[in-house]
């Protein structure tokens, strides 16, 4: 999905930097129609597949528990239906809906049963996660879960709270009015209800990659992790605050009340604390290693880190680009300053250094240990495998100074350039962000090809290491437990934070009803005042 999803994006880059190759693809109707595979099979489908598998199976590595293969097989079949339905909608020009799919654009219904099929599939897996752990907590009384598998429980718990918004606007409405059943979709309602989800799905896609960092990127670096107490509440705090701030998408939408957009921009500085936390802890365990391995001095020690290692060094380029991802984002949260950048190429600069870098490059790394650990092939290139992190990072990169610079100067998202009027001026004043686009396109292309001969070298490869020469899970150990190991104790006010933070179940609800508070004064006053409209087909 993947592959297929990146194979459109440098053709948008080129559109960007004013090179019209659409009239030459016959495979692809629009420019829309690619932009639509494009932001649904990355964002959408490889993260939700990708995300599935992995917070399944280290939570059950991690409890020594087995997981019920036939329940994790309905599910993947679901996702898998779901997907090829939906793909089928729009691979045939039925659903160039984008991947926000806003009403009154009207696609098939494949399209929405689909997309409803992939979130049920993930759902699907949130419970049997769940469940694992009640019963791993019924058998052990008394005992901490182990980090990787608290924070993918917390993760999944947050899921369920923020997947609700496009189950009921997809089920609801869009659903039966595809099926021409209802007559019309309240647009803003429904705008409202993907962005409940919408907010909270960027750390469906990023906690993943934070889980790896915290609890699997210390060993990899030769260290330890530095708090696992501030590990776990980091995600605690996702768990309360992550979906309670959806309105920030929607502070140029009127009809909503610029109250609970101001609320729901206070809110949304306040998830940005436990990444601010993540940045801090993550970094310092960086540092430990560094140190373990003889590094000094205030920014001499990054030299001793492993930076051979294509595990290692993707995950931390991918936390490199997620700096100024975090910091653009704090711009759009700032809802004055968001109507400057709203809607125009700063967002896509925003986002491919977060979910396109901070998450999909912390996967590539993922995948450089995952595929040999579960495969017992060795991967086929370590310097293929550098060299393709290396190459991401740099392309996104100046993907991202050159669309946030085209954003100031008022360039829209979403645009054909070959089709559309009107922009000449602001074109002249941004030849060379929008030149930069491209060319950052070219150079994500090679890094693309690199990455997937890497991965289907490996997996196509014959030779198989024997049993004893595995890659492991690598789970770290945090520096309280070595200390104690050691014979040096723990501290008992720590120790007591991580029995409060252990009742997930607490804050579930805590987070339910904050939710509620937040969300339903703007859903009850959009019910009653419905603007229903037909559908539209613009392509
Ligand atoms: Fe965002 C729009 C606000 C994070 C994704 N965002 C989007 C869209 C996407 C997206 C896809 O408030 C576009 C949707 C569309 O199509 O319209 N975003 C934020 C805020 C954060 C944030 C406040 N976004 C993300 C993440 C995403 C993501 C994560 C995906 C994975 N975003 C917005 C807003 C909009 C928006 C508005 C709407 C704008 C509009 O007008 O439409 C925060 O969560 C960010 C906090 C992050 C940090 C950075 C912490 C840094 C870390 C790394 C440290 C590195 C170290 C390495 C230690 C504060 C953890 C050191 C290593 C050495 C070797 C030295
Ligand atoms: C949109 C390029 C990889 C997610 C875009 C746009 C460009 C682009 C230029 C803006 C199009 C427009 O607004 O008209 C690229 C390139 C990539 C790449 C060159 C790498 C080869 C990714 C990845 C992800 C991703 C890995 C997510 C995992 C998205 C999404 C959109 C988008 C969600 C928005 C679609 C929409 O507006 O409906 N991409 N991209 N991209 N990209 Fe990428
Ligand atoms: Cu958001």
Redesign the pocket.
């Known amino acids: 999905m993947?592959l297929i999803?990146?194979a459109i994006?440098?053709l948008?880059?080129l559109n960007?930097a004013n090179i019209d190759v659409y009239q030459y693809l016959p495979f692809l109707k629009s420019y829309y129609q690619g932009?639509?595979l494009?932001?649904v099979l990355?964002?959408l489908v490889?993260?939700t597949y990708f995300i599935s598998g992995l917070l399944l199976y280290l939570p059950c590595r991690a409890l020594g528990v087995r997981p019920n293969l036939v329940v994790a097989w309905a599910a993947y079949w679901t996702m898998t239906i779901g997907v090829l339905m939906a793909a089928w909608a729009v691979l045939g020009n039925n659903a160039t809906l984008?991947?926000?799919f806003y009403p009154p654009l009207q696609g098939s219904p494949l399209f929405y049963i689909g997309a409803a099929l992939l979130v049920v599939g993930s759902l699907i897996i949130a419970a049997q996660v769940i469940v694992i752990w009640t019963g791993w907590k019924r058998s052990h009384p008394g005992e901490i879960t182990p980090l990787a598998a608290y924070m993918s429980v917390a993760t999944w718990m947050m899921w369920v709270i923020a997947s609700l918004g496009l189950v009921v606007e997809v089920v609801v409405f869009l659903i039966p009015w595809s099926l021409g059943w209802t007559k019309g979709v309240d647009p803003l309602l429904a705008r409202t209800l993907f962005w409940y989800t919408g907010h909270a799905i960027v750390y469906f896609w990023v906690l993943p990659a934070y889980i790896s960092w915290y609890a699997l990127l210390p060993r990899q670096a030769g260290g330890v992790i530095a708090s696992d107490s501030m590990a776990r509440l980091s995600f605690v705090l996702f768990l309360l605050l992550s979906t309670p701030v959806g309105l920030h998408h929607q502070y140029s939408d009127t009809g909503l009340s610029i109250g609970w957009k101001t609320v729901q921009m206070l809110l949304t500085f306040l998830v940005v604390v436990p990444s601010m936390l993540t940045a801090f802890s993550v970094g310092a365990s960086l540092e430990l290693a560094a140190q373990a391995r003889g590094g000094g001095g205030y920014f001499g020690w990054t030299r001793r880190l492993p930076w051979k290692d294509p595990v290692f060094t993707a995950q931390v380029l991918a936390m490199i680009s997620f700096i100024p991802g975090g910091a653009g984002g704090i711009v759009n949260a700032s809802l004055a300053l968001d109507t400057a950048v709203h809607n125009t190429?700063w967002i896509?600069g925003h986002?491919?250094i977060t979910?396109?870098t901070a998450?999909?490059l912390t996967f590539f790394a993922i995948s450089f240990w995952l595929l040999p650990h579960l495969t017992r092939k060795p991967l086929a290139s370590v310097k293929m495998a550098l060299w393709s992190a290396w190459l991401w990072f740099w392309g996104m990169i100046i993907?991202a100074v050159g669309m946030h610079w085209e954003g100031l100067i008022g360039i829209p998202?979403?645009?054909y350039f070959a089709g559309a009027t009107g922009l000449s001026e602001m074109i002249s004043r941004a030849q060379v962000p929008l030149a930069l686009?491209g060319i950052?396109?070219m150079v994500?292309?090679v890094a693309?090809v690199l990455y997937f001969t890497v991965i289907f070298r490996t997996l196509l490869g014959r030779t198989r290491v024997s049993a004893q020469a595995e890659v492991p899970i690598p789970f770290s150990q945090s520096l309280a437990e070595v200390e104690a190991l050691a014979g040096n104790g723990g501290s008992p006010k720590i120790a007591g934070a991580v029995r409060v933070l252990e009742r997930l179940w607490v804050f579930f609800a805590l987070a339910l009803a904050l939710v509620m508070v937040m969300y339903l004064p703007t859903f009850i006053s959009l019910l009653l005042n419905p603007h229903p409209v037909p559908g539209l087909r613009l392509w």
């Open positions: 993947l999803g990146v994006g440098p948008q880059a960007y932009l639509s494009h932001g990355n964002a490889f993260t984008l991947y926000t190429a896509p986002f491919h979910v396109g998450t999909t993907f998202r979403r645009t686009t950052s396109g994500l292309a693309a």
